[in-house]
């Protein structure tokens, strides 16, 4: 009886530390996900920051300067007192696409995060199509804001919605087209990391952003009518739609939308800066950051990890200064921008890019 009880107990121990490793292992899994989507929020909060401050300094006042040190809360007090707002619904609307609306478009933004390479090997996925899956999943957003426009039963609202709709469709196809005439010709893979490392061997000279300059201008311009900023902020116009799809939404559903946008503007920088920038390479030819950091392998992923978002705010701040630079463009212009200019230019971009590659083999 005693050496059974005691192969029971040695049992019931195997088992509980199997359940521990288990749950361990469960936990392990999270943590990345986690990681990513604390340092997402954290880089939104800087870019709101960011642009309260630029435009500040663009328009010669002082910009936030009470909540925190150099008014850097202003953002999460912001926040906070969204999330404690009361949430409204119209009476006569849609309730289940005005609710769902908002979070579509900030959930298919987010899993966009997934294929970024923020550092060597630093990737939640690194999917051989991880640049199309991101073109996919981004298409999602606009359908959400349609929802939201159609559920909101107001014309403006409704208007808007189409407004963002029309507005994706036409320049998502050259920044697709700028994204093939670069894995098909540069890299020959729809990996984001394969992306990088092609660039890595000349350094700062080995940048598509050299061999594919017209690609670069198209990518920049599409990204920011993407994102619905200044000159391309029609779906939100409110001199004209008071405030677009939005105009329905209040408390945290509203700050919903406040962060897809800035979340939107940051994936868009931290793919200009993987396609066009070399993402986290140094500038220094024929050295990379492995191999400068070969003994220490946490130190040279954090020194990549810093360029990335070096390079990714200067596009940041060019965008911000885009913003209180232009004047916003009327709808015709946007559509005739979009159809008549940057796609043939990005369909001649993508014949010349094959026809190099025809010739060289």
Known sequence: MIIYATAVQTINSFVKLESLKEVYELIWIFVPIFSLVLGIITGVLVI?????????????????????????????????????????????GNTPLFSIGPSIAVISILLSYSVIPFSNHLVLADLNIGIFLWIAISSIAPIGLLMSGYGSNNKYSFLGGLRAAAQSISYEIPLTLCVLSISLRLSNSLSTVDIVEAQSKYGFWGWNLWRQPIGFIIFLISSLAECERLPFDLPEAEEELIAGYQIEYSGIKFGLFYVASYLNLLISSLFV????????????????????????????????????????????FISIATRWTLPRLRMDQLLNLGWKFLLPISLGNLLLTTSFQLFSL
């Open 48 to 92: 709101v920051w960011l642009e309260r401050e630029i435009s500040a300094g663009i328009q010669q006042r002082i910009g936030p300067e009470y909540a925190g040190p150099l008014g850097i809360l202003q953002a999460l007090a912001d926040g906070t007192k969204l999330l404690f707002k009361e949430n409204l619904r119209p009476s006569r």
């Open 273 to 316: 800066t993987v396609l066009y920038l070399g993402g986290w390479n140094i500038a220094i030819p024929y050295i990379s950051i492995l191999e400068l950091f070969q003994r220490d392998q946490i130190f040279g992923t954090t020194i990549g990890i810093f360029i990335t978002l070096a390079k990714t705010y200067l596009f940041l």
